[in-house]
Nanobody, 124 residues
Framework: QVQLTESGGGLVQAGGSLSLTCAVSGLTFNDYAVGWFRQVPGREREFVAAVTWSGRSTYYADSVKGRFTVSRDFGEKTTTLQMNNLTPEDTAIYYC?????????????????WGQGTQVTVSL
């Protein structure tokens, strides 16, 4: 069965960095786009970043451009979200996701497979 497992969340001070990793299994990794969303309780799930199946194209929410970098490792079947210069507004549960097409990639409905999420908390 398909499994997406996030790791690397935690507590960090504002201005600090965290790296989230998502291990993907149960699907042909090279055929799938992978992405990251985040969600604060009581609010809608928000697009963060995505990388195409080939790895040649990446997409970012305006709020994280220049601070976050998404990548994928075909050998390890993982995707990584490197987050720098974090602010308290980045506090959320971060979810890894995968889909073959991800048409309309900035909408949660475009993605078929989801991880359980990892908490990121940024303090002042």
């Amino acid at each position: 069965q398909v499994q997406l497992t996030e790791s690397g969340g935690g507590l960090v001070q504002a201005g600090g960095s965290l790296s989230l990793t998502c291990a993907v299994s149960g699907l042909t990794f090279n055929d799938y786009a992978v992405g990251w969303f985040r969600q604060v309780p009581g609010r809608e799930r928000e697009f963060v970043a995505a990388v195409t199946w080939s790895g040649r194209s990446t997409y970012y929410a305006d709020s994280v451009k220049g601070r976050f970098t998404v990548s994928r490792d075909f050998g390890e079947k993982t995707t990584t979200l490197q987050m720098n210069n974090l602010t308290p507004e980045d506090t959320a549960i971060y979810y890894c996701t995968a889909d073959k097409d991800a048409v309309g990639y900035d909408k949660p409905a475009a993605w078929h497979h989801w991880g359980q999420g990892t908490q990121v908390t940024v303090s002042l």
